[in-house]
């Protein structure tokens, strides 16, 4: 089994979205949901710790297009480190199903293992909520994108962007992160995901209100005093 001291070389230091602190993150809430639910600890632990792995950790310049298929490299990943531990093809098999399931944006296989369907939803629970928006906006920042740009007609009707619009934190969430708790697949993943999503949708449309520059009634009156 994969060690969380062996595991923390598969990812970079400075990374704030997808580092080493969300796969702890991850691998907690993998637990928790696998016993939960009756999944195969063993095969949700090192699905967990391998989900975003890569031996050539990228720079944080590199942004979504060094990730752009990074499920398959993270399962072939498993598959060096976990035959080198000896575990079975079937065991290691399980595992590779649950990363390369694990992704919103590719569903070309989608979780069909208790198990996968554990590492997805312990995923998209740390991108929703509190961490979920801090995430978003670390993101963002990172790719040159500001917290709120006001997004097109086009974007929400088809997820696409207008010539020369921003793809801010605010359109990530209002094109993903809004419809996370639909797509999760356990019941206890569900209930977690209530108060997590109503925190989310809370901190995006203060912050779009406050970036249009719009006053509510109580802010004003707050403000007259």
């Not at 391998?50 to 720079?59: E, I, K, Q, R």
């Not at 995430?135 to 740009?149: D, H, L, Q, S």
């Not at 793809?167 to 990530?172: G, K, R, V």
Request: aromatic share 6%; proline share 5%.
């Amino acid at each position: 089994m994969p060690t969380i001291n062996q595991a923390r070389r598969w990812y970079p230091a400075d990374d704030p979205v997808h580092g080493f602190d969300h796969v702890l993150r991850v691998y907690a809430m993998a637990e928790m949901l696998a016993i939960a639910e009756g999944a195969d600890l063993r095969i949700v632990r090192a699905a967990a710790l391998l989900h975003d792995a890569s031996v050539d950790v990228l720079p944080p310049s590199t942004g979504e297009v060094g990730r752009m298929n990074h499920q398959h490299l993270s399962a072939e990943l498993a598959q060096e480190v976990l035959a080198a531990e000896g575990w079975s093809p079937k065991d290691i098999a399980a595992v590779q199903h649950a990363i390369r399931a694990h992704r919103f944006r590719e569903n070309t296989e989608p979780p069909h293992t208790l198990e996968a369907q554990v590492l997805f939803d312990a995923d998209k629970l740390d991108a929703i909520g509190a961490i979920g928006a801090a995430r978003a906006i670390a993101y963002a920042a990172r790719r040159g994108e500001p917290a709120y740009a006001p997004p097109s007609e086009r974007f929400l009707n088809t997820g696409q962007l207008e010539a020369e619009e921003h793809h801010s934190a605010y359109h990530e969430y209002r094109y993903k992160l809004i419809h996370l708790k639909d797509r999760l697949h356990t019941e206890t993943a569900r209930r977690l995901a209530q108060e997590r999503h109503q925190q989310m949708v809370d901190f995006f449309e203060a912050l779009a209100r406050e970036a249009r520059g719009e006053v509510r009634d109580g802010d004003s009156r707050t403000l007259s005093r």
